[in-house]
T-cell receptor, first 113, second 115 residues
Framework: AQTVTQSQPEMSVQEAETVTLSCTYDTSENNYYLFWYKQPPSRQMILVIRQEAYKQQNATENRFSVNFQKAAKSFSLKISDSQLGDTAMYFCAFMNRDDKIIFGKGTRLHILP | GAGVSQTPSNKVTEKGKYVELRCDPISGHTALYWYRQSLGQGPEFLIYFQGTGAADDSGLPNDRFFAVRPEGSVSTLKIQRTERGDSAVYLC?????????????FGPGTRLTVL
């Protein structure tokens, strides 16, 4: 069975700093997708970034980038120049062919002014 | 529509009652998903529709839970004989084609509280 592990329940960083959120996963599949979702207090899950496992190049979306290490089954999220609006729960997630997303337990990120 | 909408936003009910939760997906999206998010946890998959049919209902916890999507658009999640352990946020998501590479867009969820 696939699992997603986020080892950091909570983190705090100063505004404008860079922060990295960790995620590991376990699967026997070779083709799959990885995601980071953001969930602010409004509860709405917002896709931050996605990575296809067959792509070696790390995905980047503006201030957000990932470090995808397929052999190590690691998928960390780096947020550069963090902003107050980045405060939220962040979920690492995995999906294989059957379209069922499996989420980690989340990391609560606080950006401090 | 502009996004996935869910109604009601909050629902409080008593143990043993029946509840219905509604999801309006993005217009034109053929795939629809239900997830349940318990306090302090990530969302857990419940059921996936492709069009009108349930393509995968392996996440439904027991036969008190049932979902329908009769016209391939709006979906209703139905919970019979609610229990306190059913208290959670129920999230709905939709995607354009249901393919693995299609992004799932989530609604704001319905917070269900069973007293």
């Amino acid at each position: 069975a696939q699992t997603v592990t986020q080892s950091q329940p909570e983190m705090s960083v100063q505004e404008a700093e860079t922060v990295t959120l960790s995620c590991t996963y376990d699967t026997s599949e070779n083709n799959y997708y990885l995601f980071w979702y953001k969930q602010p207090p409004s509860r709405q899950m917002i896709l931050v970034i996605r990575q296809e496992a067959y792509k070696q190049q790390n995905a980047t979306e503006n201030r957000f980038s990932v470090n995808f290490q397929k052999a190590a089954k690691s998928f960390s999220l780096k947020i550069s120049d963090s902003q107050l609006g980045d405060t939220a729960m962040y979920f690492c997630a995995f999906m294989n062919r059957d379209d069922k997303i499996i989420f980690g337990k989340g990391t609560r990120l606080h950006i401090l002014p | 529509g502009a996004g996935v909408s869910q109604t009601p936003s909050n629902k409080v009910t008593e143990k043993g009652k029946y509840v219905e939760l509604r999801c309006d997906p993005i217009s034109g999206h053929t795939a629809l998903y239900w997830y349940r998010q318990s306090l302090g946890q990530g969302p857990e998959f419940l059921i996936y529709f492709q069009g009108t049919g349930a393509a995968d209902d392996s996440g439904l916890p027991n036969d008190r839970f049932f979902a329908v999507r009769p016209e391939g658009s709006v979906s209703t999640l139905k919970i019979q004989r609610t229990e306190r352990g059913d208290s959670a946020v129920y999230l709905c998501a939709s995607s354009q084609g249901g393919l693995a590479q299609d992004t799932q867009y989530f609604g704001p969820g319905t917070r269900l509280t069973v007293l």
